[in-house]
């Protein structure tokens, strides 16, 4: 039963374009939710978060959304670039336990 | 700070071998959690603990594991015995943590193990 879901396991984007990830969740109560970057041969690390009360949070060239009627998140990067190329994990939270999605592998292509 | 430190980066044991992966989280972290990757699970939560103590241990598959934090800068995750099915990436993660969120967990770069 996977509550936290990322139905794309792959996505290529051209460099200075923008890449788009996507997330659903089926959870109600869920109410934080984070995006992880994982580069090969090491661990995940913290990107951007948002809360269940916002619809959108933007840290530079990122941007996540959130659609807690469709129980649906996404990740915007624009402008895309090569280093963006990594394996993308979508989490959320009911209180200190993580439940992470499948991931989405991002390449970039220069 | 180094992060979170996690040893062996590579282990590869025999079927029925005892296998002890060991985690130190960032300091001044209250927080302490134990993952496992798989092509198949993904990342799944094996346990976490809180200020040293077991607080969700619902994730760890079988009694093979097991998982302690003598003290705030150490914590092992034990598998014995070890089967092949047991092959993964086994990382750590620490956070400042609190009520409500999980904070940002900072990830060790973690422990790709082999069992054959």
């Known amino acids: 039963d996977q509550q936290v879901k990322q139905n794309s396991p792959s996505l290529s984007v051209q460099e200075g374009r923008i890449s788009i990830l996507n997330c659903d969740y089926t959870?109600?109560?869920?109410?934080?939710f984070l995006w992880y970057k994982k580069y090969p041969a090491e661990g995940p690390t913290f990107l951007i978060s948002?809360?269940?009360?916002?619809d959108k949070n933007e840290d530079g060239r990122f941007t996540v959304f959130l659609n807690k009627s469709a129980k649906h998140l996404s990740l915007h990067i624009v402008p895309s670039q090569p280093g963006d190329s990594a394996v993308y994990f979508c989490?959320?939270?009911?209180?200190?336990?993580?439940?992470f999605g499948g991931g989405t592998r991002l390449m970039v292509k220069p | 700070d180094a992060g979170v430190i996690q040893s062996p980066r590579h282990e590869v044991t025999e079927m029925g071998q005892e296998v002890t992966l060991r985690c130190k989280p960032i300091?001044?972290?209250?927080?302490l959690f134990w993952y496992r990757q798989t092509m198949m699970r993904g990342l799944e939560l094996l346990i976490y603990?809180?200020?040293?103590?077991?607080?969700?241990d619902s994730g760890m598959p079988e009694d093979r594991f097991s998982a302690k934090m003598p003290n705030a800068s150490f914590s092992t995750l034990k598998i014995q015995p070890s089967e092949p099915r047991d092959s993964a990436v086994y990382f750590c993660?620490?956070?400042?943590?609190?009520?409500?969120?999980?904070?940002?967990?900072?990830f060790g770069p973690g422990t790709r193990l082999t069992v054959t």
């Open positions: 989490a959320a939270d009911a209180g200190n336990m993580l439940t």
């Open positions: 603990f809180n200020n040293n103590v077991p607080i969700d």
């Open positions: 300091s001044g972290h209250d927080y």
């Open positions: 948002i809360s269940s009360i916002k």
């Open positions: 993660a620490s956070s400042l943590g609190g009520t409500g969120y999980s904070y940002e967990q900072y």
């Open positions: 959870n109600s109560m869920f109410d934080y």
